[in-house]
Structure formats: structure tokens, C-alpha cells
Nanobody, 115 residues
């Protein structure tokens, strides 16, 4: 069974840094895009960042210059979050797309930024 498993959620102070990790199961070369979305209370899910299998990144406007996505292996994706703001508080979901078009989501991990 294909799974995306997130780790690293928690409580962080504004201005601080935090790191999320996600690991995917399945055949490693099939994950062409992996990334992160987030959903804050009362808001729609939005793209945080994603990266292609070769590591080319794409960032949402609200996190550019503060967050960095990395794919150190073909089945993992990390999100380094710096200069965190209160509005970064959300449930963060790992996302993966395979070369056959199938899309998968993790269960989500809560990041709470406090003042």
C-alpha cells in the first residue's frame, strides 16, 4: 500500500525555524513530484512548495525566501521553514504524484507558530 508519512510537526515560536520530513513508500523512481501543501483553519489548502524528481523547486508566494524544499532521496521530501510567522500555522500535508498520474496525500501534521 502506498503511503506518505509526515513527521516533524509541533509548536514553534514566531521568527524561529522548523523542519518537516515526509517519506513515501513504493517504487522509488515513480515519484515525479513531491511536496507540501497546507491548510489553515477556515482557509483552502494551498501549495507551500514542491519539487520534481530532479529537485527543481516551486514555491508558493507566501513562503518564498523563507522556506526551502529538498529531495535528498527519490522517496523523501523535507521542508525547512525559517522566519516563521503566525500565519504559517496550519496543518501541513505531504503530497506526491507518480508517473502514472496517481496522487497521494499524507495524513497531515500540525505546525503551530506562537508569538
Amino acid at each position: 500500500q502506498v503511503q506518505l508519512v509526515e513527521s516533524g510537526g509541533g509548536l514553534v515560536q514566531a521568527g524561529g525555524s522548523h523542519r518537516l520530513s515526509c517519506a513515501a513508500s513504493g517504487i522509488i523512481f515513480r515519484w515525479i513530484i513531491m511536496g507540501w501543501y497546507r491548510q489553515a483553519p477556515g482557509k483552502q489548502r494551498e501549495l507551500v512548495a514542491d519539487a520534481t524528481r530532479s529537485g527543481v523547486p516551486n514555491y508558493g508566494d507566501s513562503v518564498k525566501g523563507r522556506f526551502t524544499i529538498s529531495r535528498d532521496t527519490l522517496t523523501t521530501v523535507d521542508l525547512q521553514m525559517n522566519s516563521l510567522k503566525l500565519e504559517d500555522t496550519a496543518v501541513y500535508y505531504c503530497y506526491g504524484k507518480r508517473d502514472d498520474g496517481a496522487e497521494y496525500w499524507g495524513k497531515g501534521t500540525l505546525v503551530t507558530v506562537s508569538s
